[in-house]
Nanobody, 117 residues
Framework: QVQLVESGGGLVQPGGSLRLSCAAS????????MGWYRQTPGKQRELVAHINSGGIIDYADSVKGRFTISRDGAKNTVYLQMNSLKPEDTAVYYC???????????WGQGTQVTVSS
């Protein structure tokens, strides 16, 4: 099991940037995979970006070229840098971790991102 604490959400104007952070309770290099998901009311939670222990990264098509997932092993933290934000990026963003390939998913508490003028 992995405990996750997110931070960095907020209100930003269209075209602006935010960086989300997700601090894990153990070495992120010992975790099979971590990622960011987002959810809006009435919709299913969707993958935004994903990185596995080998450093392989995937992005949702809607954020490619605008969002970047990265990690800092010294801080056991995964980041999501979000640039050129659009109103449709407004959502609650959740950090996700799967400790091993057969583990259940662990989730952070979520952080609200609102893109509005």
């Amino acid at each position: 099991q992995v405990q996750l604490v997110e931070s960095g959400g907020g209100l930003v104007q269209p075209g602006g940037s935010l960086r989300l952070s997700c601090a894990a309770s153990r070495s992120i290099f010992s975790i099979y995979a971590m990622g960011w998901y987002r959810q809006t009311p009435g919709k299913q939670r969707e993958l935004v970006a994903h990185i596995n222990s080998g450093g392989i990264i995937d992005y949702a098509d809607s954020v490619k070229g605008r969002f970047t997932i990265s990690r800092d092993g010294a801080k056991n933290t995964v980041y999501l840098q979000m640039n050129s934000l659009k109103p449709e990026d407004t959502a609650v963003y959740y950090c996700n971790a799967r400790a091993t390939i057969t583990s259940r998913d662990d989730w952070g508490q979520g952080t609200q991102v609102t893109v509005s003028s």
